[in-house]
């Protein structure tokens, strides 16, 4: 079985199958632009996948 939830440990093993990493793109219109502004990250940040830099803030 392949899931993104933690299951009880006392029945299933676990073991890391593959990580992803997420980006959400929102018009820029959007109010949550605004308070989130030190989270934006630009487009040749995610070309050239520097955003996977630890420097680089995500959302939690």
Do not use: W
């Amino acid at each position: 079985m392949i899931d993104n939830c933690i299951l009880d440990e006392q029945i299933f093993d676990h073991y890391v199958y593959q990580k992803e990493h997420l980006l959400l793109a929102v018009p820029k219109s959007y109010s949550v632009n605004t308070r989130l502004q030190e989270y934006q990250i630009p487009i040749e940040t995610i070309h050239d996948g520097s955003f996977l830099s630890p420097e680089v803030l995500s959302v939690h």
